[in-house]
């Protein structure tokens, strides 16, 4: 396939690789609502049902590497309706599970297969349009990206409400059946290359080094970091794998990743950026969901529809970016919304649950549409100067740093919130005694409020997690501000020059 020829039903391609990115990324958010739902079901604690979610984040993490070697390999449309065809069962029969331990079984598979979806729909994209289109195809492909996240928990939270949680993942079947179908019909066959030899041991030491680090941001919160012998060795593990690696890419006559892909500048850049972005992205939304539902007491379905905006503002903001990067600098474009994106931030780290539903959607608005002016601009400039016989390799590359920053994004955020609701707690509570002139014991709200009954020191308690919580979603979106520091600085480096493919 190749974007100097004329390619045949182009708009049919593209709206079934949208279906296909949609509902790899609605999978992604659509059964957060569900867990406590699946919990009570499937008779899980808390920590084990979260592996519903985990186990499919580091299946996917690990294999995203080999998607370019895969592709290559067996020919991209081959290996495209065999992912999308596994991932559309493996959800279905994820519904179907009776135990915890098949859900669980049934997810590791699901994200080995939907790994392959995310770099093979954006490759595809970069294939079937000229270079001269290559924002406008960017940002309808964003378009699928943004609307799974956004609708996720509002889907999720419907058909969990309205009839059960294995619901959430049977939605998936119909537009994943009818992409497989009209990829199969429209979607150019390409050449297989047989003789192609597949790198085991650099696979092998990236994989390991991914699925351990994925381990350790997953459950370090939960087994106290470094405290925990477990969490030391999977972080030892996932080092010493990538020094492996590293050396081995760089020493071997044909390695697993081809070292020319991080000599590119812009596309080294566009690795770190995407990462922070990432991570801001998916932190924000796991931070303001709870947010909402914990403390402004919004119901699961309201809370999913106050997080629309947001995912509407990136949608017109990446249209926008197409046409603005023609007559102006896309790096002036990418500061905008960096700076937007760190201007958010700091409105939204002086909320209060009784903040007004208005502000906070336009703001949640604004913060969209400040990602989408950073995210269609960053990957264009990324590929600008990536050869043509490359793409394959650096999109899946480009697809496991968003997934690291994802997870790192969330990991941190997690951490943090959990440090400083307890810190902030014991800094309240140390005000608290008997001796305070605002608790004496002189009306009846005093005596409720007393702390030396048992009534008045769990109220008092309650009111002090409450504020503690508030406090510590304060201080976790003011950290998020600091994201977009790494970015606006990387920017000084990123060439202009857009080559030919």
Same mark, same amino acid.
């Given at each position: 396939m190749s974007d100097q020829g004329i390619v045949r039903h182009r708009k049919l391609i593209t709206v079934f690789v949208l279906m296909a990115i949609f509902i790899q990324t609605l999978d992604s958010t659509i059964a957060i609502v569900a867990l406590p739902f699946i919990q009570g079901s499937l008779s899980a604690s808390a920590e084990e049902v979260s592996w519903v979610l985990t186990s499919s984040v580091i299946a996917n993490a690990i294999m995203t590497a080999p998607v370019g070697w895969m592709a290559t390999r067996f020919g991209r449309k081959q290996v495209f309706l065999v992912c999308l065809g596994g991932f559309v069962c493996m959800s279905a029969m994820s519904g179907l599970s009776q135990s915890l331990e098949q859900l669980? %079984?049934?997810?590791?598979?699901?994200?080995?297969?939907? $790994? @392959?979806?995310?770099?093979?729909?954006?490759?595809?994209? #970069?294939?079937?349009?000229?270079?001269?289109?290559?924002?406008?195809?960017?940002?309808?492909?964003?378009?699928?990206?943004?609307?799974?996240p956004a609708m996720g928990p509002v889907i999720g939270g419907y058909l969990t409400d309205a009839f059960h949680w294995r619901l959430v993942f049977y939605v998936s079947a119909g537009p994943g059946i009818l992409a497989l179908l009209g990829l199969a019909l429209f979607l150019p066959r390409a050449t297989p290359e047989p003789t192609l030899r597949f790198n085991w041991y650099g696979f092998s030491m990236l994989g390991l080094a991914v699925g351990s680090l994925q381990f350790v941001l997953d459950r370090g919160q939960? %087994?106290?970091?470094?405290?925990?012998?477990?969490?030391? $060795? @999977?972080?030892?593990?996932?080092?010493?794998?990538?020094? #492996?690696f590293v050396v081995h890419m760089l020493t071997a006559d044909t390695p697993f990743l081809t070292p020319a892909l991080f000599r590119n500048r812009n596309f080294l850049v566009g690795l770190v950026m995407i990462a922070c972005v990432s991570s801001t992205m998916l932190a924000t939304a796991a931070l303001l969901v709870p947010f909402l539902q914990q403390l402004a007491g919004y119901p699961v379905l309201d809370s999913g529809i106050a997080m629309a905006p947001r995912g509407l503002g990136t949608m017109v903001a990446m249209f926008v970016a197409s046409r603005l990067t023609v007559s102006i600098d896309p790096r002036v474009v990418m500061a905008s919304g960096l700076l937007g994106m760190g201007w958010t931030m700091l409105v939204i780290s002086t909320w209060t649950p009784a903040v007004d539903q208005n502000h906070m959607m336009l703001v949640l608005l604004v913060q969209g549409f400040a990602m989408g002016l950073v995210l269609n601009p960053m990957i264009v400039m990324a590929f600008s100067t990536m050869p043509m016989h490359l793409r394959a390799e650096a999109v899946s590359v480009q697809s496991l740093a968003r997934t690291i920053g994802s997870a790192a994004g969330i990991s941190i955020t997690t951490f943090t919130l959990a440090r400083n609701t307890q810190v902030t707690h014991a800094d309240i509570a140390a005000g608290i005694t008997p001796f305070r002139r605002a608790l004496p014991n002189l009306d009846v709200a005093s005596l409720i409020l007393d702390p030396m009954t048992t009534r008045g020191a769990v109220s008092l308690d309650q009111m002090v997690t409450y504020q503690a919580k508030n406090i510590a979603y304060n201080n976790d979106f003011r950290l998020m501000m600091l994201t977009v520091v790494p970015p606006l600085i990387l920017l000084l480096l990123v060439r202009r020059r857009v080559s030919s493919p």
């Open positions: 669980i %079984l049934c997810r590791i598979i699901q994200g080995m297969f939907g $790994a @392959a979806l995310g770099p093979l729909c954006q490759a595809t994209m #970069l294939d079937i349009y000229p270079v001269a289109q290559r924002a406008q195809a960017m940002a309808i492909f964003a378009v699928g990206i943004l609307m799974g939960k %087994l106290d970091w470094f405290a925990s012998t477990e969490i030391v $060795a @999977a972080a030892t593990i996932s080092g010493l794998c990538l020094y #492996l």
